[in-house]
């Protein structure tokens, strides 16, 4: 099997690391070496935060280059822009419709990008989600990246099962029931 890549990125605090976790978790149990590294660019106070995952039969180094990855998942639609150019020329773009402005456009050194959607659906496969949406529907708005996950996990070789499975094993056990519930309400949405 050819080598796989994912990237996750999102601003700190959106759960980039917890989705690493379980994607690290889903191709672990199918027998893949894996391998995880991840990237903070002041994540706890709102910067970027860009997590990359490898797996295949044997994975060297944990970096995705630019151009390689095969499933880009941008938890906040600047964040997408941003690191589109990682994406394959057949690769998946997830992207959650969120907008969080970052400190230079807070402050107004900078101005938020418009229409990044419709931009980044001109040059690659995008399948967005309003996953803030659906996690409020659910009564837990801090599931949105489960929710995610569940949309992504559509554009990989893990069946459903397997990836409840990793989820219950991952996420806090007072979380479980909600995340299964996040992950399948991901996992309809496409």
């Not at 990044?116 to 040059?123: P, W």
């Not at 499975?165 to 299964?180: A, H, S």
């Amino acid at each position: 099997m050819e080598t796989k890549n994912i990237m996750i990125v999102g601003v700190g605090g959106q759960g980039t690391l917890l989705t690493s976790r379980i994607l690290g978790g889903i191709t672990r149990a199918a027998g893949y070496d894996v391998k995880i590294s991840e990237v903070h660019g002041m994540a706890q106070r709102g910067g970027s935060v860009v997590t990359f995952v490898r797996y295949g039969e044997k994975v060297a180094e944990p970096i995705v280059e630019e151009g390689q990855a095969d499933v880009l998942i941008a938890f906040e639609k600047l964040e997408a822009l941003r690191y589109a150019h990682f994406l394959k020329k057949d690769g998946v773009l997830i992207v959650n419709d969120l907008r969080m402005d970052p400190m230079t456009v807070s402050v107004g050194l900078a101005q938020y990008p418009e229409n990044i959607i419709e931009t980044l659906k001109a040059n690659h496969k995008v399948v967005v989600v309003d996953a803030k949406k659906t996690a409020l529907e659910l009564g837990n708005s801090r599931v949105f990246n489960t929710i995610i996950i569940g949309v992504a996990a559509k554009q990989m070789d893990f069946a459903k099962e397997e990836w409840i499975k990793v989820i219950e094993t991952t996420v806090p056990p007072k979380t479980i029931d909600i995340n299964i519930k996040a992950f399948e309400a991901g996992w309809n949405l496409q």
